[in-house]
């Protein structure tokens, strides 16, 4: 009742106190999803004509120019022989690769500290360090820890850098990772290493909330029944968590898919190791490179991206409706 | 009957003294080989294998104990001690592997201390030193005296970072505000769509923000690192669900004492959402902090350029020989960057985990 007397009342104190967001939400949200699918359908946008931004910004508002609806520029995008195609490899090969071990690895080590008492506040704090660091920074603490060491450029390494001299503890004997000449797959290799480091601390959180919400009678139950330990973790642990491992699968796989930073960290913004620059780009890399000078690419390349997270999350969720004990 | 049992018990001595030995000698050889070559191959085989060893015969030690001290023990005293040693031997498992986690964590800020201070001649060893032999802490007085003019990123990085915080912060309560109290048509429909807004990737936006912000003439500024981000749906539904928790009735009860909705925000929702507040300054600030992709595009001029991508674009090679990375330099300039964050994770842990495990619950 007295609602109902309020409503007229507040109408206008509401907006007013709204208006910054929505006035910022149009701009540089609402407005940019409208343009972005535009400009990714419009045929002649390209390099010329964004070599002048504010120029073009102007032709592109102007009714009088006339602009034909295509799809020259996901034909560009996606043409053979185009750097989109590789950056789309890498990127569907990273997050194939790192989604199932850090999550998995994650899973391991939220159970582990599930089960323990003392020390386990300690390992949680270092267990969530990796969060809170600057994912550049960090990333070219693990290219130095890969990377061999020379006193010129052309010499052989007077050291072959950490990572090598611990493989070599196991007598292994000294992999060129990262430096000239270095080969995909050990590139790669580097890159898993540091992103799954990079994802294990935002999974252990999420995991383990969800273990410390698990309702102890389930243990007790099976407990009294002589369950084993590995049949109570796949019959109890797994089913009370799935909910909270489709989260953690459904953001890695979105996480994956988005994935530059850990790469810029590590190789720079050449993408790649010297002397074979984009060799690892991304998709989120690709549309980067080409804002500045071709955005009818870059949005193109942008809706893809969307449209392949879009249908990877669909999947998950209509895999995990199927799975998920809820 | 008894005489097998004292030869059981003999046979128990003469294997506990082998495995005892072999893991003596084991362990001893690592640790000498660890010590004086540590590069040398198989060091850390020889180590491990030493401690499997050692844990091998500690163990048969523990399940063998009756027979060792020659007592009787009914089988249920038995089966309950080897209970229990399956236990321990489960809890030794767990610890290990949380250790060699957490060694593999920590291991690359190790790395970046120790490696900071060393010389370029010490960094160069074919055996690295684990401990500096002696400390060069003249890079890191040359990070902010050098062509990296660390000092200016950090002042750009801190501008942007305390001003795009205050007024994001303006802008979340307001809206928080008008969306868990007010009552205005269409008020769950423009919700809706702005949850919608979460789902879409950022980059789609970012190719219509680039051509905005040119045509605003706003490239190279500090407006375009701080204004296209004022607004972050997920903080405004995060402060909604927070002052939602708060009774109506201390609404009312403001409003019968004449209070304006400015003063009750600014007297109760306020103080008594602060936890949400300050957890949202801090993703803020290290949000500032950490970002380098949309910097990088939009204001990598010397004036305005943030730290991220100051110390990612700069040039570390040793002087005189392009292409040669002065890795210590490099180390020491990423230990500047770290070590706020690290503070801030220190003295702000539960803030920055509660925001962090709150995002865990969106979707």
């Known amino acids: 009742m007295s609602k109902t007397k309020e409503k007229p009342k507040n109408n206008l104190r509401a907006w007013l106190y709204l208006t910054p967001a929505i006035v910022i939400l149009l701009v540089f949200t609402v407005w940019p999803i409208i343009n972005t699918i535009r400009i990714a359908f419009l045929c002649r946008w390209d390099s010329n004509l964004a070599a002048v931004v504010g120029y073009d910004y102007q032709t592109a508002m102007n009714p009088n120019i006339h602009y034909q609806f295509g799809f020259n520029n996901f034909v560009n995008v996606l043409s053979a022989g185009n750097s989109f195609l590789t950056a789309l490899g890498n990127t569907m090969l990273l997050t194939v690769l790192t989604v199932p071990i850090s999550t998995m690895l994650a899973l391991l080590i939220a159970v582990a500290l599930n089960s323990i008492k003392p020390l386990k506040k300690v390992f949680q704090t270092i267990f969530f360090l990796p969060y809170v660091t600057n994912a550049i920074a960090i990333g070219m603490v693990f290219a130095a820890m890969f990377s061999m060491v020379r006193r010129t450029p052309t010499t052989d390494p007077t050291s072959v850098g950490i990572i090598n001299n611990l493989f070599g503890l196991f007598g292994g004997s000294p992999v060129n990772w990262m430096d000239r000449g270095s080969s995909y797959w050990a590139n790669i290799a580097v890159l898993v290493i540091y992103i799954v480091w990079n994802a294990l601390p935002f999974k252990i959180l999420v995991l383990l909330g969800g273990l410390q919400s698990v309702n102890k009678q389930y243990y007790d139950a099976a407990k009294v029944d002589g369950a084993s330990r590995w049949r109570i973790f796949w019959r109890i642990t797994v089913p009370m968590l799935s909910p909270m491992i489709a989260y953690v699968v459904i953001t890695g796989f979105i996480g994956g898919f988005k994935e530059y930073t850990s790469v810029v960290g590590i190789f720079g913004d050449d993408m790649g190791p010297y002397g074979k620059p984009g060799r690892l780009d991304t998709m989120v890399g690709f549309i980067y490179n080409s804002i500045p000078h071709n955005q009818g690419k870059a949005s193109a390349a942008a809706l893809i991206l969307f449209v392949i997270i879009f249908a990877v999350t669909m999947i998950n969720l209509y895999v995990s409706k199927k799975k998920v004990h809820y | 009957m008894k005489r097998s049992e004292t030869s059981a018990r003999k046979i128990c001595i003469v294997v506990m003294g082998l495995f005892g030995a072999l893991a003596a000698v084991m362990l001893l050889t690592a ?255 290290m949000g500032s902090w950490n970002s380098y992709m949309w910097p990088q595009l939009v204001a990598n001029d010397t004036l305005h350029r943030l730290v991220t991508v100051g110390i990612r674009q700069a040039d570390f090679s040793i002087s005189g020989q392009p292409g040669m990375t002065d890795f210590p330099a490099q180390m020491a300039a990423i230990v500047l960057v770290t070590i706020p964050l690290l503070l801030v994770f220190i003295f702000f842990r539960k803030y920055i985990m509660r925001g962090v495990s709150r995002s865990g619950i969106k979707g």
């Open chain 2, 31 to 285: 640790i000498c080989i660890f010590c004086l070559a540590p590069a040398a191959k198989w060091a850390g085989f020889c180590l491990i294998a030493g401690a499997v060893v050692a844990v091998a015969f500690l163990l048969f030690f523990a399940y063998n104990l009756g027979k060792f001290a020659g007592e009787n023990e009914d089988a249920i005293t038995a089966a309950a001690r080897r209970q229990k040693i399956k236990k321990v031997l489960i809890y030794i498992g767990i610890y290990t592997f949380l250790t060699v986690i957490a060694i593999t964590v920590l291991f690359p800020f190790y790395f970046m201390l120790i490696s900071s201070v060393k010389t370029v001649d010490e960094y160069q060893l074919a055996t690295p030193t684990l401990w500096p032999r002696e400390f060069r802490w003249s890079t890191y007085a040359a990070a902010f005296t050098g062509d990296l003019h660390l000092g200016r990123l950090f002042l750009n990085t801190v501008i942007v970072g305390v001003v795009s915080t205050l007024l994001s912060l303006v802008v979340t309560v307001l809206s928080a505000y008008a969306f868990a109290r007010l009552e205005f048509r269409g008020k769950n429909v423009l919700f809706a769509l702005l949850l919608a807004t979460m789902m879409i990737p950022g980059e789609l936006f970012t190719v219509t923000n680039y051509i905005t912000v040119s045509a605003f003439h706003w490239l190279h500024t500090f407006a375009v690192l701080i204004v296209p981000f004022l607004v972050s749906v997920f903080y405004i539904y995060l402060l909604r669900q927070n002052f939602m928790q708060i009774p109506n009735e201390l609404y009312l009860a403001a409003k019968v004492d004449g209070t304006s909705d400015l003063k009750y925000l600014w007297k109760v929702m306020i103080p008594l959402s602060a936890p949400t507040l300050i957890s949202i300054t801090i993703l803020k600030m």
